[in-house]
């Protein structure tokens, strides 16, 4: 059984402070990670995805990939009460014949509150 | 929202009723999902489609059918619905020539099943 893991929270930052989401996952194959951010009441939104080793940077949201670890995390710097939502992490499925599949697991998302 | 949308928004019925859930989509993507949110548990796969006709099952399907007539529509039918499908359901799309299988995801609708 793949899984994807999240602490569920919830976490709790003063504003302006680096908020930090983690996620581990279980299939070494998978090549892609995404990070959605859902509102309460609302739809998952895509912020950023990832499928290299290292850091990649969009505005005040950094992902950092280690496949070694099977580890994913998304950082949000100068974290704004805006911020406040619930971060969903996702894999892409991987076949055994080594092909990716359009399929995602979804973890069961960290919950975010941003403190003024 | 992709210009994805979703019928009903919200629906409550009656336990052994049929209930359909419809998802539109503008673009003739290829890939169209059903997914279903619970506390605890996440987005959960029941059914996707890679075509018109062509679906397969996800992690959750027991319960849960599809049809895909057309590239547009991806309806999901409960044929008799229970307690236990109470959820929120949100339909997605992954875009056509991306590389990397990101999803973009509807409204949702919210069920409640008495």
């Known amino acids: 059984q793949k899984e994807v893991e999240q602490n569920s929270g919830p976490l709790s930052v003063p504003e302006g402070a680096i908020a930090s989401l983690n996620c581990t996952y279980s299939?070494?194959?998978?090549?892609?990670f995404f990070w959605y951010r859902q509102y309460s009441g609302k739809s998952p939104e895509l912020i950023m995805f990832i499928y290299s080793n290292g850091d990649k940077e969009d505005g005040r949201f950094t992902a950092q990939l280690n496949k070694a670890s099977q580890y994913v995390s998304l950082l949000i710097r100068d974290s704004q009460p805006s911020d406040s939502a619930t971060y969903l992490c996702?894999?892409?499925?991987?076949?055994?014949?080594?092909?990716?599949?359009?399929?995602?697991?979804f973890g069961t998302g960290t919950l975010l509150a941003v403190q003024p | 929202d992709a210009g994805i949308t979703q019928s009903p928004r919200h629906k409550v019925t009656e336990t052994g009723t049929p209930v359909t859930l419809r998802c539109h989509q503008t673009?003739?993507?290829?890939?169209m999902y059903w997914y279903r949110q619970d506390p605890g548990h996440g987005l959960r796969l029941i059914h996707y489609s890679y075509g018109v006709k062509d679906t397969d099952k996800g992690e959750v399907s027991d319960g849960y059918s599809v049809s895909r007539s057309k590239t547009e529509d991806f309806l999901l039918t409960l044929e008799s619905a229970t307690s236990s499908q109470t959820s929120v359901y949100f339909c997605?799309?992954?875009?056509?020539?991306?590389?990397?299988?990101?999803?973009?995801f509807g409204p949702g609708t919210r069920l409640t099943v008495l």
């Open positions: 997605a799309i992954t875009i056509s020539g991306g590389a990397y299988h990101e999803q973009f």
């Open positions: 299939d070494r194959g998978s090549q892609s």
């Open positions: 673009e003739n993507h290829r890939y």
């Open positions: 996702a894999v892409n499925v991987e076949e055994g014949y080594g092909g990716a599949t359009n399929k995602l697991i």
